[in-house]
């Protein structure tokens, strides 16, 4: 018994992501990095008797806040 995860750029063509064991309650995509893309994931059971229907989701991974302007840096003491 198990779980297939598998991911998808356009939601067509997809590739097998991790098969996980069947008490597993989450799985993290470390490799899905690029900025503004969408990734398609499916996932459904499977053991010796057969397979499940996929169950189908999307996400968009965002883009980073931009990186903060016009800092300044006070002391506060001699040691600081």
């Not at 064991?21 to 893309?37: I, Q, S």
């Not at 499977?46 to 931009?66: E, H, L």
Request: no cysteine; proline share 10%; aromatic share 10%.
């Amino acid at each position: 018994e198990y779980y297939q995860i598998e991911r998808s750029l356009d939601g067509a063509n997809w590739t097998l992501l991790h098969q996980t064991p069947p008490d597993a309650t989450f799985h993290t995509d470390v490799t899905a990095t690029g900025e503004l893309t969408d990734y398609y994931y499916r996932i459904r059971a499977a053991n010796t008797v057969g397979q499940s229907a996929w169950i189908t989701a999307s996400v968009t991974v965002p883009q980073p806040p931009p990186a903060p302007t016009n800092l300044a840096v006070t002391a506060l003491s001699p040691h600081d």
